[in-house]
């Protein structure tokens, strides 16, 4: 096994949703169907309208496993389901009351939501977040590489992935790399 890159998971909302932070508790709340109004999370007074990815994807496995699992919830039954891709993000960018959980590589045109703490503090998924991991729903990225010899052209991407173009490809990709982060010093002067 090997990790090629890092994603996260995100919650997205419509560009002109006023809403900017979720807490973990809310976003479970929102997917479990106990949170229906917009207007319990400091929006317009509108039911919410959640998308996720189907089960049966990777995105929709994670979102079930890293949001519900923690929380002991299920997933609302009136829920739109997606498969894998872009559409999910497409819909919701749309609908300005609508809530969505996608891949931080497939935001398109909607709007990112931060996640917030207990401590109220609200943290997005930017890279050096992803890569320090203190982003709570970061997600590796993983190379299976079985037990028996590799055809010529897995082992080129092999070798690839070693080259210093890889991070490039994975950065414009939407994902983050594995290079080290400069954290800035959190006084000027410390």
């Not at 319990?40 to 919410?48: H, M, S, W």
């Not at 996720?52 to 979102?63: D, E, F, K, Y």
């Not at 010899?149 to 594995?178: C, H, M, W």
Request: charged residues 15%; aromatic residues 6%; negative net charge.
């Amino acid at each position: 096994v090997r990790v090629i890159s890092l994603d996260a998971l995100v919650p997205v909302v419509a560009p002109s949703n006023p809403v900017r932070a979720l807490s973990m508790s809310e976003l479970a709340g929102i997917l479990t169907g106990e949170i229906v109004n917009w207007q319990e999370l400091g929006g317009p007074d509108a039911p919410v309208a959640v998308h996720v990815h189907a089960a049966g994807t990777g995105l929709g496995q994670a979102t079930e496993d890293r949001i519900l699992k923690p929380a002991s919830a299920v997933l609302a039954e009136t829920v739109t389901h997606h498969p894998a891709g872009p559409g999910l993000a497409q819909a919701v960018a749309a609908d300005p009351f609508a809530l969505g959980v996608t891949s931080r590589a497939e935001v398109g045109d909607a709007r990112e939501a931060a996640i917030r703490g207990e401590c109220g503090f609200a943290l997005r998924a930017t890279r050096q977040a992803i890569s320090t991991e203190d982003y709570p729903l970061t997600a590796p990225l993983f190379l299976y590489l079985p037990a028996r010899p590799f055809p010529k052209l897995f082992r080129e991407f092999l070798s690839y992935l070693n080259q210093t173009p890889a991070p490039l490809v994975i950065l414009r990709a939407g994902f983050v790399d594995q290079a080290p982060v400069e954290i800035p010093p959190a006084h000027p002067g410390a």
